[in-house]
């Protein structure tokens, strides 16, 4: 396979992940069609089955590509700091660098809705969210020494519990009251590293 044809299938999943994003957000997993989902993308049915085998590995490659996207924009954020930009800024820095729109979120809930409903996919987004888990582990253990701070919970727990924050339902998105709430509990889970004499 030629570099071209290689951009050219990366651009065309990409187009349909973003095209599913809204559709799956609008309409919910089970009532979009592979059609609509291609006609939003502007491709033929064709194309959607030369990249996916079926919408569950086109759920797969959304959480994968979210995520993704996700931590690039968090290392993007940090790599880019002020030096003296306030420790207490940080965690709303990241969050806000995100890009968490109403249908990415709304297509994340439909994802672990499916996940609950059909075992064999939930194992699939699990197993995708485990490979993907060590990006975010990284990048909280880089945001929490850039704000002289340690985690006094283990790192995957504290991001257990901030994901927990923004999947909530009576959150719903990231919202001002999301942000301001995974800022607190951020904060109730970190203290400061003390510099040895």
Not at 19 to 30: P, Q
Not at 38 to 49: E, M, P
Not at 172 to 195: C, F, H, M, N, Q
């Amino acid at each position: 396979m030629s570099v071209v044809d290689t951009a050219r299938r990366r651009a065309t999943r990409a187009r349909l992940v973003e095209a599913a994003i809204v559709e799956f957000a609008r309409n919910g997993i089970d009532a979009t069609s592979v059609e609509t989902l291609c006609d939003a993308a502007g491709f033929t049915r064709g194309a959607f089955y030369s990249n996916f085998g079926s919408k569950d590995d086109l759920c797969v490659e959304i959480a994968r590509h979210s995520a993704e996207t996700t931590a690039e924009r968090f290392r993007e954020v940090l790599a880019n700091m002020a030096p003296e930009i306030e420790p207490e800024e940080i965690i709303p820095a990241i969050l806000d660098a995100a890009h968490f729109t109403p249908e990415l979120h709304t297509t994340q809930v439909e994802l672990t809705l499916r996940a609950a409903r059909h075992p064999e996919f939930g194992e699939r987004l699990r197993n995708a969210r485990q490979d993907l888990w060590p990006l975010y582990v990284e990048l909280a253990e880089q945001a929490a020494a850039r704000a002289g701070v340690r985690f006094t919970a283990p790192v995957t727990d504290v991001l257990d519990i901030v994901e927990a924050l923004h999947y909530s339902p009576q959150q719903l998105g990231y919202t001002s009251d999301s942000r301001r709430l995974i800022s607190i509990v951020s904060w109730a889970l970190v203290e400061p590293v003390k510099e040895e004499a």
